[in-house]
C-alpha cells in the first residue's frame, strides 16, 4: 500500500503537461513537488499508524530511500556527479594552475560526495581524493597545500559551501578557507570558489566532460 502511494506520485508527474517558457516549467516543478511532498505525508503518517506486529521492514526501508530520493528533488539540490575538466580561460585567480590539466571525477549520495582529482603539471601526475560528509559531520581531508584539515559542509540554496580548517603556518594558528561550489543553470560548467581570509577568491571553472 505505502509503495503504491509513493508510485503514484511517480505516475501524476509524468501526466504533468511540459511547458515551454521557464516560468511555466518552474510553475509545473512546484506543483510536481507539492503532490510528490502530499502523497509521501500520507505514506509516512499511514506507515506510523500501522502496529508493530504488521510493519514490514522491507517496505520501511524502501519507503525511507524512497523519502530521501523526492526530499532531495523538492530541495532542488544540485548534482554534481560525472568527470569535469578544468577550464582556465573561464576561470580567475589560479596562477601557475592555469597551465595544469584537471580532470575531477564526482560521485554523489543524498550524504556524500566524494571527488577524485586527476592533475598533471610539468610532465607530473597526480591523484587525490576528496570526501564531503553532506550531512554536515566533519571529515578529515588533506589539503594539497596545507595538509590534514578539518572539512564540514552544508547546502546554501543550491550551493555546497564546505570550511576547510588546517593549522596555520605560525604555532598555535589555525587557516581557515572556504570553499563554494555551483552549478550552471544548464548544468554543463561548474564552479569551485575558494577564499581564504582577505585574499582575492581563486574561481576554478570547469566543463562538463
Known amino acids: ?30 506543483l510536481a513537488t507539492a503532490v ?10 499511514a506507515l506510523n499508524e500501522q502496529s508493530k506486529g504488521e ?30 575538466i578544468l577550464n582556465p580561460e573561464k576561470s580567475q585567480n589560479i596562477g601557475m594552475m592555469s597551465e595544469m ?17 586527476d592533475t598533471t603539471l610539468q610532465g607530473n601526475s597526480q591523484q587525490t581524493k576528496t570526501h564531503y560528509d553532506l550531512t554536515g559531520k566533519t571529515v578529515t581531508n588533506d589539503s594539497p597545500m596545507a595538509g590534514p584539515s578539518e572539512t564540514v ?11 576547510w580548517t588546517s593549522q596555520g603556518a605560525v604555532a598555535d594558528t ?11 543553470p544548464d548544468k554543463r560548467s561548474m564552479t569551485m570558489k575558494l577564499v581564504r581570509g582577505s585574499n582575492s577568491a581563486v574561481v576554478m571553472v570547469f566543463d562538463k566532460k
Open 174 to 184: 589555525t587557516m581557515v578557507r572556504t570553499e563554494t561550489l555551483s552549478l550552471s
Open 55 to 84: 510493519r514490514n521492514e522491507e517496505d520501511n526501508r524502501r519507503v525511507a530511500d524512497l523519502f530521501g530520493s523526492f526530499t532531495a528533488f523538492a530541495t532542488n539540490r544540485p548534482d554534481f556527479s560525472g568527470a569535469w
Open 1 to 30: 500500500m505505502l509503495l503504491l502511494l509513493v508510485m503514484q506520485a511517480v505516475v501524476v508527474m509524468s501526466l504533468l503537461p511540459a511547458e515551454r517558457t521557464a516560468t511555466s516549467r518552474s510553475g509545473r516543478l512546484h
Open 36 to 45: 510528490i511532498l502530499i502523497v509521501l505525508g500520507v505514506a509516512h503518517v
Open 153 to 163: 559542509s552544508r547546502w546554501d540554496g543550491d550551493k555546497l559551501v564546505t570550511t
Open 101 to 117: 590539466k584537471m580532470t575531477q571525477t564526482i560521485v554523489q549520495s543524498s550524504t556524500s560526495l566524494d571527488v577524485t582529482s
